[in-house]
């Protein structure tokens, strides 16, 4: 076994506010041969998600910051390719998380054989993945919906939004979902929601208003964060009694350089009897093998649907892709093919 | 039976702001003989609290406001003087909300008979009342305070708070309190807590963490929120990861006459998993009899102590006794004697 070329992205400076070009560089490099316990992965396709941005930031948040002047992370499927350790043969689909580069030297420890390999990768990285999970978490765990329940969810088209829909949709729950635009707004009405709106449209507090008239209801029982800000504001304005909202993201908030005031109605909260819950995935990843396998017959039955954005350009165009996912530019889980 | 001459507090207009005397007024009236199904009561004590200047604001919130032009309602304590039904006959103390006023017609489904007749009045306003049992759900039905947590209360000088300091502290957790005095600082102290700071020696962010330092702590597994505000915001700021705010009430911005901006942290919610939850003693009145029987108890032990402060004046204190309070300058529970 001999290195392999392989490109990959370095983190070159920590971005304040907006990410810039000159924060990474794209490297002409070597893969090597897997050493004892690793396997060498060809990649097939990249996850670009927010979260990344705050690793890219200096500042330690619930994960620790991705280091300079080496390639960053991103979870990945791939096909092993040289194996030097007998448990992940040759041939064998896996999920790890060095990504952002187009051949991985993954040690066994941190790479996980794929069930469901039927399936289409991206699969793996979206609906079976970190964003499915996610929002299964936060529905079930976090927000305890329950059938009748009046669910709004932000970033309704995004990939963990999408999921979100279809699922409270599966659930029993009336949903409304708000985007970023008008193709955006069609997809969550496609995906089954009972009412959607583009937030450009007008203030949320009144979009949101309308949207509850609209499914004859007047308040929400759980709110689905997934940007804070002006939403998380707006939905606090129109929680029933006893209302739940999960935190599971604050996109508004990712990419700015001075902290944004919070809600200014938290009062509310006291009123209501509501709670407002911050969570992460990695304090539930036994959910993870039982949702798979639910949600992979869910996929093959056409009861709930994929939705991804695949990023075009290879590992060249995964910055940008990055960068565009950020910008809102994204329908769904945004991917990155590599090969 | 007669009528018996009787003042009484009514609310002329909705204050805006800080609340002025031309809002209300004390008027010289008679109280009626009780007619079937009521009772005639002598009030001895009533209790003045922070939510009551929600209710004399028009907008609706968890409570309807007070009407305008009639007396004004508050927790009371008093004595049975004329009886129209048997089941509350003369002589009972009982606990009723038809306070402002030096005598009440109420009816026997709106008082409750106290048992513990030994006890101070007051303590049935306090400790065995509204507050303490406020402090008993916050604690242990909505932050699930174990043995060995790590407890901030603001307000800890307060009605609710010196019973959160002291039930804490017999519950085995480490224990922070601040108030806006010394004097109440030094009480905050004597209550047991084990590190306690006047809010007005600098940024709550920077006396929260000297404290924490104080106790050997690095973080909070609970928050037990009184004012909002800044406070909210400090604690935020120093969660462990899976820690609990109980919302109990906002002083901070009850007489703001404008929003006040909320927290510009809340994605802190998110990386420690942490929840922030709301709550109305209303929905755990099943809880009442059995705190009350279990802290009447530690009362009689010397293991709790009740913290009163008195207003002068009776009945026509009790607007200045209201504002006193509104503006700190009570400790523990704010009552007026009124007879």
Redesign the interface.
């Known amino acids: 076994m001999r290195p392999v070329p392989s490109r990959e992205w370095r983190l070159r400076s920590r971005p304040v506010g907006r990410p810039r070009d000159s924060d990474v560089e794209l490297v002409d490099t070597f893969c090597p041969p897997p050493a004892p316990g690793t396997v060498r992965v060809a990649n097939q396709v990249m996850s670009v998600e927010p979260y990344m941005r705050g690793r890219m930031g200096g500042e330690a948040?619930?994960a620790d910051p991705y280091p300079l002047d080496e390639p960053m992370l991103a979870p990945t499927v791939g096909r092993v390719t040289d194996s030097a350790e007998p448990s992940v043969p040759i041939g064998s689909l896996v999920l790890h998380d060095l990504g952002w580069r187009e051949h991985s030297v993954v040690p066994v420890s941190g790479c996980r054989i794929l069930e469901h390999d039927d399936l289409d990768p991206a699969t793996h990285l979206g609906l079976l993945g970190i964003p499915g999970t996610t929002a299964w978490v936060g529905l079930t765990r976090i927000a305890h919906l329950e059938a009748g329940d009046v669910l709004f969810v932000s970033s309704a088209a995004g990939a963990v939004g999408s999921t979100v829909v279809q699922m409270a949709k599966r659930m029993g729950a009336t949903v409304i979902g708000s985007a970023g635009s008008p193709e955006k707004v069609a997809l969550v009405r496609e995906l089954g929601a009972d009412a959607a709106f583009d937030y450009h449209d007008g203030p949320v507090k009144d979009l949101l208003r309308t949207a509850l008239a609209d499914v004859g209801a007047t308040g929400l029982d759980v709110y689905y964060d997934n940007v804070?800000g002006e939403h998380?504001?707006a939905a606090i304005r129109v929680l029933n009694d006893h209302a739940r909202i999960a935190?599971?993201?604050?996109s508004s908030?990712y990419n700015a350089a001075a902290?944004?005031?919070?809600?200014?109605?938290?009062?509310?909260?006291?009123?209501?009897?509501?709670?407002?819950?911050?969570?992460?995935l990695e304090?539930h990843l036994d959910a993870r093998e039982d949702f798979a396998r639910q949600m992979a017959g869910w996929i093959r039955d056409g009861a709930v649907r994929p939705v991804h954005t695949d990023h075009p350009g290879r590992v060249a165009g995964a910055w940008a892709a990055f960068n565009g996912m950020l910008d809102g530019s994204s329908v769904g889980k945004a991917v990155v093919s590599l090969a």
Chains 1, 2 share one sequence.
């Open positions: 948040t619930y804070g998380l504001e935190l599971c993201g604050m908030i902290p944004q005031p919070g809600p200014a109605n938290l009062l509310k909260l006291i009123w209501r009897r509501a709670r407002m819950e911050g969570f992460l304090d």
